[in-house]
């Protein structure tokens, strides 16, 4: 039997990704576990690993072309069977054959967040496509024919028939106006983006997996999700004086020095676990409240930004922490990250302080329901507990808060446990 | 005190809507002129396949006794029993409706309502006795009776509606039925049964015009075949009544005039439209409503028969639920989409989704499905190998949008294909799915493999 080869889903975000390169050519012999191709999803670039042996008989995709999630790729022979004559290669979208094998392709082992998910092509008709929240998804059977060939995702579709079942007019409607699923390449990403005019001199940049999903998600995210923001000065004085000691003895030990990040980061970690209120998600009928802090941090990359994610944050030292955001930050410039090392985040840090910005509100990163934006540490006048105006150090902390969650006492109560570890970080130790 | 809800009218669309809503908690009461389970129960469904019943037994025993190797001398039957049979069954099913009234605690009110004004009812009792109640919601399901033939006044004897049909007595040697509708076509069944020479005149092309055509031609044949003269494409044009009968021209191609004791006018229904206040109405008299089954008049909703076609039980008590569902939460009541239709002749007709006309009009392509009887094993071993299954499954996903049965036990088997249409089900659920050996529910499996080239036994 010949195997087919399909773009496998990569990441939970993943629908679509492009083959960037064929490591192995037609006609070339392949053994399972063999890198078939590279593979840009809009997270990383990853292997394709072969899981069947045989010989690369067909290739349907070029290089450089972009393709949904469960779309033929290739066609594997095994080394006795005959190359098959007819070399049509099949359409896009027909459904008819993905439902053989979820991918042919070794899936890097999930993190967390990702173990519940079972990878799937999108259009797969026989096996309930897999929600987010690992939630089955009711719909009907036309409903998923008509959603697998018009590439609309079921996940999020709310359900008109009955029970809430999604049904096919639902689908239909979600085509129409398909705002926030990340779709298929030619179609805009929001329905109500006004067209800018394009003269001669501007520059027309397509957009790449990864800006396809920022647009998306972050549009999902600042228009389902209501914000509420609050903000906090602090003394970052004994902060900036426990990094000067600590960095003096490093350095003396040959060890890499500390960043304010890596304080932050550290200092978010322990308020999560004491306002454990504030480490959950939304999730339609309950919240989630989560039982490890998987701290994110936002990591600026070429072509936009990442969040990798630092697993059980509330268990490492700041040593741990900040050797783990330096390599995951260097990973994910060189678009190394492995899923895992990218999902399953239940808060994210986003820090523009190093570009001296004093304050701003990030835009929350869903399913989460809180990050927290730092700003620079500034050297300000302030009065001191004698009354008297002396030179200070402050950083403005400030929080978005996705309501439905945590509400403002909750946020509020978060940002003064993250104050008061910044201001007495020796607490930190406790 | 005053009410959460009066529901104005006892039927099906009125019994449950108050069922309904006392099941929410509601203060709750029904008015009903005459008996609860109104025409359905009293003067429609119920008694009539009571008096099918009978007729398909003699009607069997009469054509088929030595077929089926039974041997028997002078057998007859008692007209006035078969009639009290079928009021007993309505008798009982209604005193079961008022059990449950009790048992939901709902007031019972039998009275004649009007409503001068949103929020209250003026009751006339059936002892005289007049009160008002006061609801926060009034709920109609008034219902329609037999539309009445221009120039032909029921009379009860030489003139009936489907009421006095199913308590003429003597019966009728020779019956005239104008409409060959679901009623005009089971009264021509059930009269001819027992001996009665019936003509049965439509006006358009086929008889149970609503039906998908294949079906009506199947069953003019099959009821041509039993003894029942059927005239299509004929229009009832003079009537008269004569000294001991009927006499009525009918002018098809050629004019003609016959001659009966009695005439049968099945020709529709007329709404009832309870008095006081002005409801904004259809052309046809029949009430309208908004998505909330809500009446121009707030606070007066409206459901059932009343609000217009199709005028069928299920419909009614459906329409009802969901406008009660909708008067007392948020939720959007869901409007009538897909319904069954069922004609209990023998062999039994029926329906759900859309005929092969209605398909074409709308422009949807199609497979058609279909599977005799003939081959299906238990049709063979009752004794029933009349008629087929017709399905149809749009193209190109295969969603099931049609499904058409004659033959015996078509009323139960319909149910499977309702689901599957409400469902959306395509042809490979129906496909996947084991139907038990030997049924007649194989005929439907049968015909869905049919329509794909699959069926094992065709």
Redesign the interface.
Known sequence: MPITIEMPKLSDTMTEGTLLRWVKKVGESVAVGDVLAEVETDKATMEMEAFDEGTLSEVYVDEGQTVQVGQKLALLVGADEPKPSASKPPEPQKTSNTEKKAAQTRQPEPGPAAQTQKPAPAAQTDQPIPAESGARVKASPLARKVAADLGVELQNLPGSGPGGRIVRDDVLSAHENRPQTVGQSPKPVAATVASAPVSTQDTQISLSGMRRTIAARLLEAKTTIPHFYLQAEVDAEPLVQLRQQLNAANEAAGLPKFTVNDFILKATAVAATRVPKANASFSGDTIVQYGSVHLACAVAVDDGLVTPVIRDAQSKTLSQISAEIKDLASKARSKKLKPEQYQGGTMTVSNLGSYGVDQFFAIINPPQSLIVSVGAILKKPVVNAAGAIVPGQRIVLALSCDHRVVDGAIGAEFLAALKRLIETPALMLV | MKYDLVVVGGGPAGYVGAIRAAQLGKRVACVEKERAGGTCLNWGCIPTKSLLRNAELYQLLRHRASDLGFRFDNLGFDWPKIIARSRAVSDKLASGVEFLFKKHKIDYIKATASIPEPGHLACKGTDGKEQVLDADSILVATGATSRPMPGLPINGKTVIDSHYAMIIDPQPKRLLIIGAGAIGVEFAYFFNAFGTEVTLIEMLPNILPVEDTEISVALERALTKQGIKILTNSKVTETATTKDGVRLTVEAKQKQTLEADSALVAIGVSPLVPTGLSLKLDPKGFIQIDDRYQTNVPGVYAAGDIIGPPWLAHVAMWEAIQAVNGIFSAATPKRLKTFPGCTYCQPQVASVGLTERAAKEKGIKFKVGKFPFLANGKALAAGEPEGFVKLMFAEP???IIGAHIIGAEATELIAELGLAI?????H??LEATIHAHPTLSEAVHEAVGNAYGLAIHI
């Open positions: 996903y295969g969603e409400n469902l959306e089900a395509t490979e659920e």
